[in-house]
């Protein structure tokens, strides 16, 4: 149990077009999902905290108008890099826990690489 | 948020016992300490919470002092698999105050 999926796995796309990155819990529910971008050999960074029902919160540095965040339902989130750039070249990561769980432990989807050409 | 500290690298050999010490000076009485384990490419992968005093699991043992600025995760026997950053994070696990964040981790590297 406890499973995040993301989709797609790996994008590539031209540079000023939009990608969405999908994040599921498979079989837990979660009120809060949390997306991260981590270059290479850097550690994970956190953009954003996906909450469902209500608007993201977003982190410091972070351009909430370039990266949508989009938490519909208990089981999705998804994440838009709107006007991609090469420099938005990055691994995404989300996580989420499981509701109704004692402690937060965090589930973490396997990541979506992006590379904007 | 507790801001931790970490060993940048290390070095073991396969069948070796590996322990790898985090520092968080300003943990707050409520925060959890939670290890995760990420392989290059994947999502990190839940390890081991604890805490106070001894916590093992089938993977790894989390030794807490009794003033918990610091914490070790012991891996036991490591193999060539065990390769990879392992990050210590703390915080309040329950409720939605929680916000996993990560520092810089510790690359450990097997050799046969």
């Known amino acids: 149990g406890a499973v995040v999926s993301q989709h797609p796995s790996r994008v590539i796309c031209k540079s000023g077009t939009s990608v969405k990155i999908e994040c599921r819990s498979l079989?837990?529910?979660?009120?809060?999902m949390f997306w991260y971008r981590q270059f290479p050999k850097q550690s994970l960074m956190l953009m954003a905290t996906s909450n469902e029902g209500s608007k993201a919160t977003y982190e410091q540095g972070v351009e909430k108008d370039k990266f949508l965040i989009n938490h519909a339902s208990l089981t999705l989130s998804t994440l838009t890099v709107t006007s991609a750039h090469p420099e938005d070249s990055s691994f995404y990561i989300c996580?989420?826990?499981?509701?109704?769980?004692?402690?937060?432990?965090?589930?973490f989807g396997p990541g979506t690489r992006l590379t904007v050409l | 948020l507790a801001k931790t500290t970490q060993p940048i690298s290390m070095d073991s050999y396969e069948g070796q016992e590996v322990n790898i010490t985090c520092s968080h000076n300003?943990?707050?009485?409520?925060?959890?300490i939670t290890w995760y384990q990420q392989f290059p490419s994947q999502g990190p992968r839940f390890i081991i919470q604890g805490y106070k005093t001894k916590v093992t699991n089938e993977v790894a043992s989390l030794f807490i002092p009794a003033d918990r600025k610091s914490s070790t995760l012991s891996l036991p026997r490591v193999s060539l698999s065990d390769t990879a950053v392992y990050y210590c994070l703390v915080g309040v696990p329950s409720g939605g105050s929680y916000i996993p964040t990560f520092g810089r981790g510790t690359s450990l590297i097997v050799h046969p």
């Open positions: 996580s989420a826990s499981d509701v109704r769980a004692t402690y937060n432990e965090q589930f």
């Open positions: 300003n943990i707050a009485t409520n925060d959890y």
């Open positions: 079989d837990f529910q979660a009120t809060t």
